[in-house]
């Protein structure tokens, strides 16, 4: 039994019968629903030109902590300069920092990325390898960045877990985890593989448009018919 919570105070609560939480059918939905609203950055680079192992993963790194809205020109600005791990090699720290400024922890990452540059061409012939372990073997590169490198720069079926996907999958109900590795590998167990890459693409327009953190949209929720809406206390 699911509810309907109303966010109206004094207004009488209603139960309403949840139907079986049908991923297939979530997802064509959803994919409907988000297309008036801009992509996940990744991807959007990705539909740019910004296809490459190396910088997705620049981009990736660019993104931890920082809005899409902040992230997308940060990584255009950068790419328009030096897009290969050569190019940004030859750039001074001080060269780096100022173009990606605007991120958060810019500091930090600037080192990050020189030094991922450096180590591609001295360990990987100046290529990012398709290899999850040498991914996180980078200093600044975790899960979440790994995947979504691997799906979107290599095609292969990885999931990634960021704050959305988190959120959206444990208000369904579809999973109930309390951290993202935790969801990762639940989402692993239960998520056809064809939706691996896709379900980030998704639910972070989703998340950031529709199912938000606070006062979600419940009201125009396209598969509020199937979510347990787990947490949801008041929506819109």
């Known amino acids: 039994m699911g509810r309907l919570i109303c966010p109206e105070p004094g207004m009488e609560v209603r139960p309403l019968e949840k139907k079986p939480f049908d991923i297939r059918l979530a997802v064509r939905r959803i994919r409907t629903a988000v297309k008036p609203w801009p992509k996940a950055a990744l991807f959007e680079l990705a539909e740019d030109g910004f296809t490459s192992t190396f910088e997705q993963l620049v981009a990736c790194i660019i993104s931890i902590r920082t809005y899409d809205e902040v992230t997308l020109p940060v990584s255009r600005k950068l790419f328009a300069r030096a897009r290969t791990p050569d190019q940004i090699s030859q750039m001074t720290y001080e060269e780096l920092d100022?173009?990606?400024?605007?991120?958060?922890?810019?500091?930090?990452?600037?080192?990050?990325?020189?030094?991922?540059?450096?180590?591609?061409?001295?360990?990987?012939?100046?290529?990012?390898?398709?290899?999850?372990?040498?991914?996180?073997?980078?200093?600044?590169?975790?899960?979440?960045?790994?995947?979504?490198?691997?799906?979107?720069?290599?095609?292969?079926?990885?999931?990634?877990?960021?704050?959305?996907?988190?959120?959206?999958?444990?208000?369904?109900?579809?999973?109930q985890t309390a951290t993202p590795e935790k969801t990762m590998l639940a989402l692993g167990e239960k998520l056809p593989k064809r939706y691996w890459v896709e379900i980030n693409r998704l639910l972070v327009p989703f998340g950031k448009h529709i199912c938000t953190g606070n006062l979600p949209h419940c009201s125009t929720c396209p598969v509020l018919e199937m979510c347990q809406q787990v947490g949801v206390k008041a929506h819109r």
């Open 98 to 175: 100022a173009l990606i400024s605007p991120s958060t922890f810019h500091e930090r990452k600037a080192s990050q990325i020189l030094a991922i540059a450096r180590r591609v061409i001295d360990e990987h012939n100046g290529e990012v390898p398709c290899d999850p372990e040498v991914l996180m073997s980078f200093a600044g590169v975790g899960p979440k960045c790994a995947h979504l490198v691997l799906g979107i720069a290599c095609g292969e079926p990885f999931i990634s877990v960021d704050v959305h996907v988190q959120r959206v999958t444990n208000r369904w109900g579809y999973v």
